[in-house]
């Protein structure tokens, strides 16, 4: 039951540019939702979050949109660089218990 | 270290045979999950504790898979008679504790190999 789903296993962007990652959920509770960012043989890292009682929340060059009404929440990234390249990961939980993940997006930053 | 701590970093067993994965949280972190990412995956929910109390642990495959956090603070993941199946990294993460929006933080994982 894949209640959290990123539908494109990846994305290309050029230097310099928006980078629009994509996440889509099923359960109607999920009141906490966050992206994380992951190199490879590390841990994910905590990138953004928010909650379902704000629609938009920015941190620098990341921001994240929550469109409840259509359970969908996207990642922006501008300008976007090399150093971003990674696995993103969007992740979400309800009552802060157990937090599930979509399969990831693997975004490249090309120079 | 200021961050969460897994050991071994990497293990192989064979079939049949028993691992214990190890976990230590950052301190003072109440909340502490189990997680099994398989190759090209996102990770997949196993268990979870708050303090020493496993709140759920829904997400075990099997009763081949035990966990532990006898003190509320390291925990350990058990693994018994091992199959082929059981290959996938095993990531531990902590948070501040309920009752907060708080994110989980990982540790970098165990790669576990059942040849």
């Known amino acids: 039951d894949q209640q959290v789903k990123q539908n494109s296993p990846s994305l290309s962007v050029q230097e310099g540019r928006i980078s629009i990652l994509n996440c889509d959920y099923t359960n109607s509770m999920f009141d906490y939702f966050l992206w994380y960012k992951k190199y490879p043989a590390e841990g994910p890292t905590f990138l953004i979050s928010i909650s379902s009682i704000k629609d938009k929340n920015e941190d620098g060059r990341f921001t994240v949109f929550l469109n409840k009404s259509a359970k969908h929440l996207s990642l922006h990234i501008v300008p976007s660089q090399p150093g971003d390249s990674a696995v993103y990961f969007c992740a979400a939980s309800a009552n802060n218990n157990d937090m599930r993940f979509g399969a990831g997006t693997r975004l490249t930053v090309k120079p | 270290g200021a961050g969460v701590s897994q050991s071994p970093r990497y293990k192989v067993a064979k079939r049949g045979q028993d691992v214990a994965l190890r976990c230590d949280p950052i301190?003072?972190?109440?909340?502490l999950f189990w997680y099994q990412q398989a190759l090209g995956q996102g990770p997949e929910f196993l268990t979870y504790?708050?303090?020493?109390?496993?709140?759920?642990k829904s997400g075990l495959p099997s009763d081949r898979f035990f966990a532990e956090r006898p003190e509320g603070s390291v925990s350990t993941l058990k693994i018994q008679r091992t199959q082929q199946e059981d290959s996938a990294v095993y990531l531990c993460?902590?948070?501040?504790?309920?009752?907060?929006?708080?994110?989980?933080?990982f540790g970098n994982g165990t790669r576990l190999t059942v040849t």
């Open positions: 504790f708050q303090n020493e109390a496993q709140l759920d």
């Open positions: 993460a902590s948070s501040l504790g309920t009752g907060l929006f708080s994110p989980l933080h």
């Open positions: 301190s003072g972190h109440v909340s």
